[in-house]
C-alpha cells in the first residue's frame, strides 16, 4: 500500500506502462482542475485497464506513520519543525505549501504527550525525515481535503471520521491565511499575517526578545495553538 502521492504515482506509472513524469505532469493538471488526487489516479487507472481500487491511499495510515517519526526523538522533531517553518515561509518552488503545514502542526498536537528525550540522530537521518514528513503532509492534505481551482475548500467526503478534526482545522487555518490572517504558532492568536515574525505574533516574538533558539521557538508548536480554539468545542 503507498503512503505517498510519490508512491502511488510511481506504482501507477509502472503498471500503465507510462513513465513518472508523463503520470505527474497528467495528475497536476487534473488536480488543478479540482479532481482528488485519488480520483485523478484511479480515473487513469481505468484508462488503462486497471482495477482502480488498487490504487489507493489511507490517511490513517499517513498519520500513523507520521506520529511515528515524530516521536523518535525530541531534537530531531524540533530540527524537522524548524525546516518546515523555514519552507513555509520561504517564497516560490521551495515553499512548504501552507495546508500541509497546518496538517504538520495538527500532528505536533498529537504527540504532545511524547518523552522529550534527545538521541543523537545524524544530520543525514534528520534531512531524510524531514523530506519524508514533507511528502506525508503534503499527500496528507491532497486526500483529506476538498480542493478546487482556489486550493483548500472543505473536508473530503471520504476523510475518515476519526481526521475530521485535523481536516477542519487545516481548512479553518488555510481559509484565515487566505483572508490575510495568520494563527501564532506559540500563542494560537490570530493575527494578521503580514505583521507576523517567524511564524509568531509580534508579542510571541518579542518574549523571545531576538532568541535564534530552534527550541525556543518551535518547542510550543502544536500545543497552544489548539488551546485557544478547543477540539471538543467543534
Ligand atoms: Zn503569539
Redesign the pocket.
Known amino acids: 500500500m503507498s503512503l505517498t502521492a510519490r508512491e502511488l504515482l510511481h506504482k501507477l506509472a509502472e503498471d500503465a506502462g507510462l513513465t513518472y513524469p508523463t503520470v505527474a505532469k497528467r495528475i497536476n493538471r487534473m488536480m488543478k482542475k479540482g479532481s482528488g488526487l485519488i480520483e485523478s489516479v484511479q480515473e487513469i487507472a481505468v484508462e488503462h485497464k486497471l482495477k482502480p481500487n488498487k490504487y489507493n491511499i489511507n490517511p490513517v495510515k499517513i498519520v500513523a506513520e507520521t506520529e511515528k517519526i515524530l516521536r523518535e526523538d525530541y531534537t530531531q522533531t524540533l530540527m524537522i519543525s524548524a525546516v518546515l517553518g523555514q519552507m513555509i515561509e520561504s517564497r516560490g518552488k521551495e515553499r512548504f505549501p501552507p495546508p500541509a503545514f497546518f496538517a504538520y502542526t495538527e500532528m505536533l498536537f498529537r504527540i504532545s504527550d511524547a518523552p522529550r528525550d534527545v538521541k543523537s540522530e545524524t544530520s543525514i537521518e534528520i534531512a531524510e525525515r524531514t523530506t519524508r514528513n514533507i511528502e506525508l503532509m503534503t499527500t496528507l492534505v491532497s486526500v483529506l481535503c476538498e480542493w478546487s481551482e482556489q486550493g483548500v475548500v472543505g473536508v473530503a467526503d471520504d476523510c475518515p471520521d476519526i481526521l475530521r478534526d485535523i481536516a477542519r482545522a487545516i481548512f479553518r487555518k488555510t481559509k484565515l491565511l487566505q483572508g490575510g490572517l495568520w494563527t501564532?504558532i506559540?500563542?494560537?492568536?490570530i493575527?494578521e499575517s503580514r505583521e507576523t515574525r517567524a511564524l509568531?505574533?509580534y508579542?510571541?516574538d518579542s518574549k523571545l526578545s531576538g532568541s535564534r533558539s530552534i527550541e525556543d521557538r518551535y518547542e510550543s508548536l502544536g500545543e497552544n495553538d489548539r488551546r485557544s480554539y478547543g477540539r471538543s468545542t467543534e
Do not use: A
Not at 506559540?186 to 492568536?189: A, E, M, Q, R, T
Open positions: 501564532c506559540s500563542c494560537g492568536n493575527v509568531m505574533c508579542e510571541c
